[in-house]
């Protein structure tokens, strides 16, 4: 915010099935207006090149053998690799052993297509990662590393504090709040959780949790500090969520360190993948040299996307879509 001004965001419509359907119901309708015929069933297996041009894919349907011609292009969104336990070791071995974020089948299969006929890739490495912390619990508190150090603005947006506790900071991570911020949580966004351990102090709060205790009681200090003005020097969170910390203090735990389940839900940290292949503005899949492979266009979770280091919830479906929606152009007027 001492950038810009950040704006109300929101990308969910209040719809069952976390509103999925609405959207795959209008794409769908739409392809079908449009004239679109789907072939259900089918599994890519390789691209077909021919004179140095993407011109269809091999396929199967329940084993059989069948190939698609395409005159002007081909279209890979076969999203993420999460579930390629063999690619996530190559190229994204922190995600090895969490729980996957995926319908079962993000194998990777589309990106090592492209790859065989010459395709770059970037951002292998980036994942989300996502574990069970509250957020409007978390915005008043107090988030640690093993050490006892707070590490990030606890405002952020979870994708950020997560990946920032599971992959970068010493376990185990704790949420660390008083008795008012608990009490300051709307019960119906607060899903019945209680504190893993309450205290009189922080030092015998720091034992239970198996934290340093002079740490600990520094970081409290060092925090109420600024919060008697309203501030937060170490990380800037808003004045509005930043308050004293006062004694009972009580301590949730995280899936960065913490036990795998908590007040009856699951807290282990789960992700997927956000690298892939390399694609240019009109959604052209380049090779290792920069240029677009001739016939080739991709789109979503199988491409690198917008995503640097951590993730921002709504940048899947917003880049699959604008970026599908120029790959179908590029395709449909054969422009790569
Ligand atoms: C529970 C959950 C919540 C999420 N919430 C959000 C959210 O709020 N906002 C957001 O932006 N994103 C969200 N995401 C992420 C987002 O849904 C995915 O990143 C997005 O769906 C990826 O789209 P895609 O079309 O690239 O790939 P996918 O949706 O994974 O589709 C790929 C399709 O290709 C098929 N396929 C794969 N390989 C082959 C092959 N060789 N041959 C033929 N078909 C193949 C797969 O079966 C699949 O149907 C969420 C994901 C999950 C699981």
């Given at each position: 915010?001492?950038?810009?001004?950040?704006?109300?965001?929101?990308?969910?419509?209040?719809?069952?099935?976390?509103?999925?359907?609405?959207?795959?119901?209008?794409?769908?309708?739409?392809?079908?207006?449009?004239?679109?015929?789907?072939?259900?069933?089918?599994?890519?297996?390789?691209?077909?090149?021919?004179?140095?041009?993407?011109?269809?894919?091999?396929?199967?349907?329940?084993?059989?053998?069948?190939?698609?011609?395409?005159?002007?292009?081909?279209?890979l969104?076969t999203g993420g690799f999460?579930?390629?336990?063999?690619?996530?070791?190559?190229w994204?071995?922190?995600?090895?052993?969490?729980?996957?974020?995926?319908?079962?089948?993000?194998?990777g299969?589309g990106i090592?297509?492209g790859m065989?006929?010459?395709a770059a890739v970037r951002r292998m490495?980036q994942?989300?990662?996502?574990?069970?912390?509250?957020?409007?619990?978390?915005?008043?508190?107090?988030?640690?590393?093993?050490?006892?150090?707070?590490?990030?603005?606890?405002?952020?947006?979870?994708?950020?504090?997560?990946?920032?506790?599971?992959?970068?900071?010493?376990?185990?991570?704790?949420?660390?709040?008083?008795?008012?911020?608990?009490?300051?949580?709307?019960?119906?966004?607060?899903?019945?959780?209680?504190?893993?351990?309450?205290?009189?102090?922080?030092?015998?709060?720091?034992?239970?949790?198996?934290?340093?205790?002079?740490?600990?009681?520094?970081?409290?200090?060092?925090?109420?500090?600024?919060?008697?003005?309203?501030?937060?020097?170490?990380?800037?969170?808003?004045?509005?969520?930043?308050?004293?910390?006062?004694?009972?203090?009580?301590?949730?735990?995280?899936?960065?360190?913490?036990?795998?389940?908590?007040?009856?839900?699951?807290?282990?940290?789960?992700?997927?993948t956000l690298g892939g292949l390399h694609t240019?503005?009109?959604?052209?899949v380049?090779?290792?040299?920069?240029?677009?492979?001739?016939?080739?266009?991709a789109a979503g979770r199988c491409t690198h996307g917008?995503h640097?280091?951590?993730?921002?919830?709504?940048?899947?479906?917003?880049?699959?879509?604008?970026?599908?929606?120029?790959?179908?152009?590029?395709?449909?007027?054969?422009?790569?």
């Open positions: 915010s001492s950038i810009a001004r950040p704006a109300a965001r929101g990308h969910r419509p209040p719809a069952p099935n976390f509103a999925g359907n609405v959207l795959m119901d209008a794409l769908v309708a739409t392809a079908r207006k449009a004239g679109v015929t789907l072939h259900c069933d089918v599994r890519a297996r390789s691209l077909i090149v021919a004179d140095g041009r993407v011109v269809g894919v091999r396929a199967t349907e329940f084993g059989e053998e069948r190939e698609y011609r395409a005159t002007r292009g081909v279209v969104a999460v579930d390629n336990d063999r690619m996530l070791e190559q994204a071995p922190q995600q090895v052993g969490k729980d996957k974020v995926s319908d079962g089948r993000d194998d299969s090592e297509m065989d006929v010459g490495h994942t989300e990662t996502a574990m069970l912390i509250i957020p409007r619990l978390a915005v008043g508190a107090m988030l640690v590393d093993g050490d006892g150090q707070r590490f990030i603005n606890e405002e952020v947006y979870p994708g950020l504090y997560c990946h920032a506790a599971v992959h970068h900071r010493r376990p185990p991570v704790w949420v660390i709040i008083d008795e008012k911020g608990i009490e300051d949580v709307p019960e119906s966004e607060l899903w019945g959780m209680q504190p893993m351990h309450a205290a009189e102090t922080i030092e015998e709060l720091a034992a239970d949790c198996g934290l340093p205790a002079e740490a600990l009681a520094d970081t409290l200090r060092r925090y109420n500090a600024g919060a008697r003005d309203g501030q937060d020097p170490q990380f800037g969170k808003s004045s509005r969520w930043v308050r004293p910390l006062e004694p009972p203090f009580g301590a949730y735990p995280t899936g960065a360190g913490g036990p795998d389940s908590f007040n009856g839900l699951p807290l282990k940290p789960q992700g997927f240019d503005l009109q959604s052209r380049l090779d290792r040299a920069g240029e677009a492979i001739p016939g080739l266009f917008l640097g280091e951590g993730y921002i919830s709504g940048t899947s479906l917003g880049d699959g879509s604008f970026f599908g929606r120029r790959a179908g152009r590029g395709a449909a007027q054969g422009t790569g």
